[in-house]
Each structure stands twice: as C-alpha cells, then as structure tokens.
Nanobody, 127 residues
C-alpha cells in the first residue's frame, strides 16, 4: 500500500485561505490521479476534487468556485488551494492516489475502492 503525507492544515478564520499539500512517500505521482476528500466530525468522508495525471479536474459542488486542485509533477506534489473558507469546511482533509491511464479522470468512488491514502490533515475554520 502506497503512502501519502498531507500537510498545510490548521486554524483559519472564515473567509480566509489555506493551501494543503500532498506528498507521496517513495513513489512518483506522475502516473496517478489524485483526489482530495474530507471528513467532518460525525459525518462520512466526502469527495472534494480530483485531478488526472494530465491535469484535468473535477470538483464537488461544495468546492466549485472556492477550491482549486493542482499538481506539480516536477516537484512530485499535489495541492488543494482553499479560498473563502466557511465553518462548514472544518474537517480532516485527505489526499488519495490512484494509478490511472493517461488523462483518465477517475471517479471518486474509484479512490474509495482502490486508492492509497494519507493520514489526513485537520482544517478548522473558526473566528
């Protein structure tokens, strides 16, 4: 099982911005689609966004217009830029990697079924 490490979480005020990072532990992300997910207290994990290995993206409705997923294959990193944060964005954020054909935009359920995951990073939105 491949491992990923998320970082960049913390406390942010409503309306603020935060960028999360996802780093692979000992493998190259270049052939993998990357997904970001989150789990709020007392709720099930939900999808936030996914990016293919060629940069195609998809967003959950809750993330459209506020979050931006990106990747830098040269740096072997993936990111989630979160703007206009709201208290309901408070959650543990996870990244997941899934080996993927070139350009294929994996479904969120594919990650849940077969993806490799990090331990998560806590994001708290509060004044």
């Amino acid at each position: 099982q491949l491992q990923l490490v998320e970082s960049g979480g913390g406390l942010v005020q409503p309306g603020g911005s935060l960028r999360l990072s996802c780093a692979p532990a000992g493998f190259s992300l270049g052939y993998y689609a990357i997904g970001w997910f989150r789990q709020a207290p007392g709720k099930e994990r939900e999808a936030v966004s996914v990016i293919s290995n060629t940069g195609r993206t998809n967003y959950a409705d809750s993330a459209k217009g506020r979050f931006t997923i990106s990747r830098d294959n040269a740096k072997n990193m993936a990111y989630l830029q979160m703007d206009s944060r709201q208290p309901e964005d408070t959650a543990v954020y996870y990244c997941s990697a899934l080996l993927s054909p070139l350009g294929n935009l994996k479904r969120y359920s594919d990650f849940e079924k077969s993806g490799s995951w990090g331990q998560g990073t806590q994001v708290t939105v509060s004044s």
